[in-house]
């Protein structure tokens, strides 16, 4: 179940870094990840974008590791800081290409990046297994 952020958003103050998003689909496509924040200006939609490529097999799913720094204000060039709550994450087809698709979503997350940019897992964990490349657009 997914949790309810309530009025103020989920407050991630300068916790985490990035979100994980574990995906898959049936065709390549472009989505836009849509982040939606506290803020000021209630119109703020701070935007990032991935590429999907399709799934091999049924339980194939990419995972992309979009940083905050990389989205973008809709309405502007302002970058998100890490110093954020989080009122809605969407995701929303953007190539302009007509037809049937699939989009099954796996998770997503808030995580933190070790410096060669790969997840942090916390300090009881073990150095996770090679993961399919997945491309960014």
Not at 11 to 17: A, C, P, R, S
Not at 26 to 31: A, G, M
Not at 63 to 78: A, D, H, K, W, Y
Request: aromatic share 8%; glycine share 4%; charged share 30%.
């Amino acid at each position: 179940r997914s949790p309810e952020f309530g009025w103020d958003g989920a407050n991630l103050e300068t916790m985490y870094q990035a979100l994980e998003i574990s995906c898959k689909s049936n065709t390549k496509r472009v989505f836009t990840v849509n982040l939606k924040v506290h803020s000021t200006l209630p119109q703020d939609l701070y935007q990032a974008q991935i590429l999907l490529e399709p799934s091999l097999s049924w339980d194939e799913f990419a995972t992309f590791v979009v940083p905050f720094s990389e989205f973008e204000l809709v309405n502007g060039r302002r970058n998100l800081d890490d110093n954020i709550r989080i009122e809605s994450i969407g995701l929303v087809l953007k190539d302009d290409t007509n037809g049937p698709f699939e989009l099954d979503l796996a998770r997503i997350r808030a995580v933190n990046l070790l410096d060669n940019n790969k997840v942090y897992e916390g300090p009881d964990k073990v150095e996770p297994k090679e993961q399919k490349e997945s491309k960014r657009k």
